[in-house]
């Protein structure tokens, strides 16, 4: 599956949100300047917080990445490299979410110095940036399920549900580079959204717009991701429909990927 170009991938699950940019790129990776302007179709530019317009470029500045990013806009970009690409395109359909990033980094740089390590806040966000999904739900047992690392009843006992009333949204460009050739315990980490029964009968673009305007509030939040939350591991190969094997209810017996919830540690 790693040989195949972009559009091979388009509307597969977990791809569902970049389905016109994949299709757009054709069989092939983009240059950085042919995916540079796909940033901008149909448009608007994704932009900053305070309105700078984000391009593409090929090199790291030396102030560092994020820090790059917030003083021109220019994303490190290398040349017909997966990874960069799919960052480009969460960017191209999250905007919103991944300006919180970029202003949630600089505002912790800015609280902790340049030369301070880089904290629990930072990994975090990065974590997120990396590795993030969303599950979104509009039944609540569902989402206890998943905390509670229920695995075949979330995913096998209640299949049916699945597009019906929870979804998973890939937002970690890491982790759509990954799902080119997935492998046994690939796991997202997860922040749960509680949504409205007739989320599911909208269509894509207009969840994934509400979507990145809840998303930019959660990273927004200091005693959200790398505060007071915790990212939530999922397996992402048992969602059915990603792997065929997980059709049949034996596939969730396998621990390596579906581990039961560790017992809470009794005080001393």
């Not at 994020?66 to 220019?74: D, H, K, L, R, Y």
């Not at 979410?97 to 800015?110: C, F, M, W």
């Not at 509030?217 to 997980?246: H, S, T, Y």
Request: proline share 7%; aromatic share 8%; hydrophobic share 40%.
């Amino acid at each position: 599956m790693s040989g195949l170009g972009p559009a091979a991938f388009a509307g597969r699950p977990l791809f569902e949100p970049y389905t016109d940019a994949l299709l757009a790129s054709g069989s092939r990776l983009p240059s950085r300047d042919a995916l540079d302007d796909l940033l901008g179709r149909p448009g608007p530019r994704p932009c900053l917080q305070d309105g700078t317009r984000i391009h593409l470029v090929g090199e790291t500045p030396a102030l560092g990445y994020e820090a790059g990013i917030a003083v021109s806009g220019g994303v490190p970009t290398r040349e017909y490299d997966w990874h960069d690409y799919f960052n480009a395109l969460v960017w191209r359909r999250f905007p919103q979410a991944k300006a919180a990033l970029n202003a949630a980094h600089i505002a912790a740089l800015q609280q902790r110095g340049p030369h301070a390590p880089r904290g629990r806040r930072r990994d975090a966000l990065t974590q997120f940036d990396e590795c993030g999904v969303v599950v979104s739900s509009s039944d609540p047992t569902l989402l206890a399920a998943l905390r509670g690392h229920e695995w075949r009843e979330l995913f096998f006992d209640a299949r049916n549900a699945w597009g019906r009333a929870i979804e998973v949204t890939v937002f970690g460009h890491a982790t759509l580079d990954q799902m080119r050739s997935p492998f046994v315990g690939l796991c997202g980490k997860a922040l749960l959204q509680r949504v409205p029964h007739d989320w599911f009968e909208r269509p894509v673009a207009q969840r994934c717009q509400a979507l990145d305007q809840w998303l930019s509030a959660q990273i927004a939040d200091e005693g959200g991701i790398g505060g007071g939350v915790r990212l939530q591991a999922i397996p992402l190969l048992g969602i059915p429909g990603v792997a065929a094997e997980n059709a049949h209810a034996d596939y969730y017996a396998d621990t390596r990927q579906f581990r039961p919830l560790r017992a809470a540690v009794a005080p001393a």
